[in-house]
């Protein structure tokens, strides 16, 4: 027998079936055609199947022994002449499973048909729903559109209204606040009068502290101008005789070690002795002769220079309110895109200060004294 053409063993519920039915029939009786096969079990009929069904009710050793004597007394040949369904179970077998077969390309068909209408319901619902997705958009749009005209016209209608309420109150604001600018003006005009004045007084003050401190610092390292002021000095000499030249001390010990050749300026009959005062300033030179002394002083050249600087500033004061101080552009330029003629000028007491500063280093200003 086939292991694998779908039969199963017999159970003891199988036979108590057929002998309850052969029971019922006589002895005599013709048995009803076999029943329809369910699944891959087929019932089959025999003779002594009460005498069988008898024995199983016994127990289940007795229904062993039975099965193992049937399966020794089993012949094909008497299945065949009493017309059983053994006798045909590889067919039947073969049968079911072409049936199972057809039965499940069916359901193969059958669910590849339902995979195909799936995926179509699939791409269906989704061009639904990008349909669904642009008419929500077109929607948003288009209702933010309108939401955006009557926003602009409102605002429209506002700014017209609020421009015009606004030019009329700022009309009556302007008047006062012109009057109000037009006398900080004036106090500004003259506040940059009174600053430029203090300014230049300011600037003055310092060129001359400048001035002074660079001639001190000059005459205290450069030797040059002590024999410039010597040279100088013995040219303004002209009587015979003896000259002496008085000098500060440290001005005394830079005249001697510049070895400076000073009795070339001396004239026909004249002498010279150089020597140090305790009493001499740094920077001034006193020239003594047989009837005259002259001193030489960048003491007196200074002071003259700030005569001059007051005596300017004095006349620039006067004329400040002749002059249109708006007129002049202040605005910063830089030096390379100046040209001569834009370049604006620097105060005209701090440029004399400068001037009269430079002439300072060069020869003071001879005092000539005649000795009682």
């Known amino acids: 027998m086939p292991e694998e053409s779908g039969f199963q063993a017999f159970t003891a519920e199988d036979f108590e079936a057929l002998s309850s039915k052969g029971a ?4 005599g009786a013709v048995s009803p055609p076999p029943p329809e096969p369910s699944g891959d079990f087929a019932l089959i009929e025999f003779e002594e199947e009460a005498l069988i069904s008898e024995d199983l009710e016994g127990g289940e050793t007795q229904a062993e022994e039975e099965r193992t004597k049937l399966a020794e007394t089993f012949s094909s040949e008497s299945f065949v002449r009493e017309d059983s369904l053994l006798t045909n179970a590889e067919a039947y077998a073969a049968s079911i499973r072409d049936e199972a077969d057809t039965y499940r390309q069916g359901l193969v068909g059958k669910t590849e048909d339902l ?10 619902a989704e061009h639904l729903k990008t349909r669904a997705e642009e008419e929500r958009s077109s929607a948003i749009q288009a209702a933010e559109s309108e939401v955006q005209s009557i926003r602009d016209a409102a605002y429209q209608e506002g700014f017209e209204s609020g421009l015009e309420q606004g030019t009329q109150q700022r009309y009556a604001e302007t008047e006062v606040l012109g009057l109000q600018v037009v006398e900080v003006i004036e106090q500004l005009r003259t506040l940059r009068q009174t600053v430029r004045q203090q300014g230049e007084e300011e600037l003055v003050r310092l060129a001359q502290n400048l001035t002074r401190q660079v001639v001190m610092e000059e005459l205290a390292v450069n030797p040059k ?3 410039n002021l010597a040279r100088s000095a013995l040219k303004e000499v002209e009587e015979h005789g003896k000259i002496h030249l008085y000098l500060h001390p440290q001005d005394y010990e830079f005249l001697l ?3 400076t050749d000073l009795e070339r300026y001396l004239g026909e009959e004249q002498t010279l002795t150089i020597r140090a005062s305790l009493d001499a300033t740094p920077g001034s030179i006193l020239v003594e002769g047989d009837e005259t002394s ?3 002083t960048f003491q007196n050249q200074l002071e003259r220079l700030d005569r001059m600087l007051v005596e300017h500033l004095s006349e620039q004061h006067a004329r400040m309110h002749e002059v249109e101080m708006d007129a002049y552009d202040f605005t910063p330029r830089s030096a390379d895109s100046q040209t001569p003629a834009e370049a604006p000028s620097s105060s005209p007491a701090a440029t004399e200060s400068s001037a009269e500063a430079d002439s300072a280093t060069s020869v003071p200003e001879a005092e000539s004294s005649t000795p009682a």
Do not use: D, L, P
């Not at 209408?117 to 791409?123: S, T, V």
């Open 115 to 124: 995979n195909r209408e799936a995926e179509r319901i699939r791409k269906e």
């Open 294 to 296: 002259v001193e030489f």
């Open 24 to 27: 019922g029939q006589g002895a």
């Open 225 to 227: 101008v002590i024999e």
């Open 257 to 259: 070690n510049s070895e």
